[in-house]
């Protein structure tokens, strides 16, 4: 089965017949770099084809690491790596991702029977690896700590003559392509391995990508990636709902907001519940022209695209590429994303940037929540609810509000719950990521897109952890550092950027639901 798309609405009848008569999908067949003005990085074209070896290789480290009694997978990602391996392991609790360094969630990874544990540590080209080497190190120290020999624990994907292969210490090295990163490596070995070793069948992946990439390339007004493309090149916000198939509506959301947001244009891509989120029931009353798409057999989708989980990513590749095409930008390139990069201590990377992370001094702290603003907010604010109101003032028409939580995905998941009641009481587009996750997707968009976005940061004091892993406080202090660092990039834009610090993590959740309650 390959991908389809189902549409309700027409994409432009004369931008589709450009595209037909530009060759362009068979153009992107061939990475023609005059699609774009420049190719950063193409690999991910030829990937479901090119990863064909792989099935092999990964066949056989998984049987061995099953003999071995490994076969809890923990994978070290970066790069919006997690999210892919996440889509293509279909949800399998063997799979375990740490793509934060929220020392909560990586001392609950580390709780697990480590002895069965095989940590994959994957950083694609052009990603910065210096936290998916922190958590690395952390991990070994357990593994130690527990008798264990790192190496023999250890997979490492990376681009050839990469830092992770030299730092590699005896553990095994599966090497992917130079020339992808992000979430266009969906369909390499640096998903592919983590995916693999977690269960997942990857020959019936490439297998499902191989079939869809060959009805991809036809230049034919039939052509899905043609229709999506036109549309999401010319839709303002674009409303993303999945069934069945947990992941991929975050992936793609990366995928557009990171592929497409950048020289001040771009679509917004907005991840809602489903059906009943305020921006898919009535899409036009916040922002006429905005599309809501569905991945999967999603009700009420203006434009669905269909098919096995593998052959839905390479149509949205694919897509989000002719998209690229008509905006006049490269999808791979994402020149604003690493603006908030910081330096770990005792470090020098070349993609620093010499932003301060101190913690700084509150404006104010009400309920357990320290509130860290900007001269937009007004003189006597004293309450997280006014703040949020004064926040939310500063909206222009055609802006959205943006929250990025540095927390714990897992133990903090009811902050993600707030997301369609602010919508709701906003009446913006609401957006809401799990921070630096979603970084590499909507952080480029927030930098690089319109500037059309407030923000509301959450973070959090790390919980009290065990002594044994002291060590995390170091993991600590970076999640904090990249929050700083991230709220300064965007404040250096103009953007208005509201930080709410919990001092207790379940009160401060507490007293941010009450304060969305009181708007």
Not at 67 to 83: D, H, I, T
Not at 186 to 193: C, K, S
Not at 440 to 465: E, F, H, S, W
Request: aromatic share 2%; hydrophobic share 45%; proline share 9%.
């Amino acid at each position: 089965m390959t991908a389809r798309l189902q549409s309700s609405v027409p994409p432009p009848a004369e931008v589709v017949a450009r595209l037909v008569g530009d060759a362009v999908a068979s153009r992107i067949a061939e990475c023609d770099p005059t699609l774009w003005p420049r190719a950063a990085r193409p690999g991910w074209v030829a990937a479901p084809r090119a990863s064909r070896p792989l099935v092999g290789e990964i066949e056989g480290l998984r049987e061995r690491l099953r003999v071995a009694g490994q076969v809890r997978v923990v994978l070290a990602a970066a790069g919006g790596v997690g999210v892919a391996a996440e889509v293509l392991a279909g949800a399998d609790p063997r799979l375990i991702v740490l793509d934060t360094t929220d020392p909560a969630q990586v001392a609950d990874a580390l709780a697990g029977d480590l002895g069965a544990t095989v940590l994959v540590v994957s950083a694609p080209p052009g990603e910065d690896a210096r936290p998916v080497e922190l958590v690395r190190d952390i991990v070994h120290r357990a593994f130690r700590a527990d008798g264990l020999d790192p190496a023999a624990h250890t997979v490492i994907v990376t681009a050839p003559d990469g830092p992770l292969q030299e730092q590699a210490d005896g553990a095994t090295v599966v090497l992917g392509p130079a020339d992808v990163d992000g979430p266009w490596a969906g369909l390499t070995a640096f998903a592919l391995v983590p995916a693999g070793l977690a269960g997942a069948d990857v020959g019936a992946v490439l297998a499902d990508a191989a079939a869809a990439r060959a009805e991809l390339v036809i230049d034919d007004p039939a052509n899905p990636c043609l229709a999506l493309g036109a549309l999401l090149a010319d839709a303002p916000v674009v409303a993303l709902a999945e069934d069945g198939t947990p992941g991929l509506a975050e992936w793609a959301a990366q995928l557009v907001g990171g592929g497409l947001g950048k020289n001040g244009h771009g679509p917004l891509p907005v991840v809602v519940e489903g059906p009943d989120a305020p921006e898919w029931a009535d899409p036009d009353s916040l922002r006429p022209g905005s599309l809501t798409a569905g991945l999967g057999d999603v009700p009420g989708a203006a434009v669905a695209t269909l098919g096995p989980p593998a052959a839905q990513l390479v149509l949205w590749q694919h897509a989000t590429a002719v998209a690229a095409h008509l905006l006049g930008v490269d999808p791979t390139d994402r020149p604003d994303a690493a603006r908030a990069a910081v330096d770990l201590p005792g470090t020098a990377g070349p993609h620093s940037a010499p932003i301060a992370t101190s913690l700084g001094t509150a404006d104010f702290t009400d309920g357990g929540v320290d509130v860290h603003a900007g001269p937009w907010l007004p003189a006597g604010t004293s309450t997280v609810a006014a703040a949020l109101r004064a926040l939310i003032g500063t909206a222009d028409e055609g802006s959205h509000l943006t929250v990025h939580a540095y927390l714990d995905r897992l133990d903090d998941a009811s902050a993600a719950v707030l997301r369609p009641e602010l919508a709701r009481r906003t009446g913006l587009p609401t957006t809401f990521g799990w921070a630096p996750r979603c970084l590499p997707g909507g952080g480029q968009r927030d930098k690089g897109g319109p500037a059309d976005a407030v923000v509301c940061q959450l973070t959090g004091a790390p919980p009290d952890l065990p002594e044994a892993l002291a060590e995390l406080q170091q993991a600590a202090e970076l999640q904090q550092a990249q929050a700083r660092a991230d709220a300064a990039a965007l404040a250096h834009r103009g953007l208005p950027v509201l930080r709410l610090h919990f001092s207790d993590r379940v009160a401060g959740l507490v007293t941010l639901a009450r304060a969305v309650q009181q708007l």
